[in-house]
């Protein structure tokens, strides 16, 4: 597998905060040593914040919280231990997955709103393709209502702190196989009439070049450009 040095696309700003996006897959715990190492370099004031776009290959991840009971199919796919929080995660080709590397410290120290900023922040980028997605009480991610009582999961989200600097962050289904779900229980969650979808599966013709651009957008006015230093 490429490097990530080789995936890299040239880097872009959204104000002080760098966008990285990759060209091919990431393998997962390459992605997690990038993390840690640039987490470590926010804190010691040496890299700016980032939000970095890429693809994993077919992967589990277990966060925190994750039951054994919820892993249907153990030797389909690699599964990764995370510190995250959450529960079971499917990633793989044609979800686009964003790891936001933000300082906390000048942006409130408050790890909830955090959290709901990340939610507005995929919210607000559905909404530019006309989607509805909406949280729902006791469920992580953003949902889309189908309609006669049935909800699918389209972004799920997972966060992670270190001295107020954030990494992990969210991923959205633009068009991965939604087979490779059936892995897992995703996030725990069991219930007949919850599933998952995507967005070519809700019949958008997205690529993930657009919604990249839909995020960055959303990124500016979720998030803003220039955080109190």
């Not at 987490?39 to 890429?54: K, Q, R, S, T």
């Not at 979808?197 to 959303?218: C, F, K, R, Y």
């Amino acid at each position: 597998m490429p490097t990530i040095a080789e995936n890299l696309s040239a880097p872009s700003l959204v104000g002080p905060t760098e966008i990285r996006v990759e060209k091919e897959p990431v393998g997962y715990e390459e992605a997690v040593a990038f993390m840690e190492q640039r987490v470590a370099d926010i804190n010691a004031g040496e890299a700016p914040e980032m939000i970095w776009f890429l693809e994993h290959p077919p992967l589990l991840t277990a966060g925190t919280s994750a039951r054994e009971e919820d892993l249907l199919d153990p030797s389909r796919f690699p599964v990764h231990k995370t510190g995250r929080g959450g529960q079971f995660t499917y990633h793989g080709p044609g979800q686009r997955v964003v790891y936001a590397m933000l300082d906390l410290g000048r942006r409130g120290k408050d790890i909830r709103k955090y959290v709901c900023s990340l939610e507005d922040w995929v919210i607000q980028s559905l909404a530019i393709f006309n989607i509805n997605g909406e949280r729902r009480p006791g469920r992580v991610g953003i949902w889309i209502d189908r309609g006669a009582g049935r909800e699918d999961k389209i972004a799920a989200i997972g966060v992670r702190v270190r001295r107020w600097v954030t990494f992990h962050g969210i991923s959205i289904n633009v068009e991965p196989d939604l087979s490779h779900f059936e892995t897992i229980v995703p996030c725990g969650i069991s219930e007949r009439n919850l599933g998952v979808t995507s967005l070519v599966d809700l019949g958008l013709p997205v690529t993930m070049e657009d919604l990249d651009v839909a995020l960055i957008a959303a990124f500016e006015e979720i998030f803003g450009s220039d955080p109190a230093r």
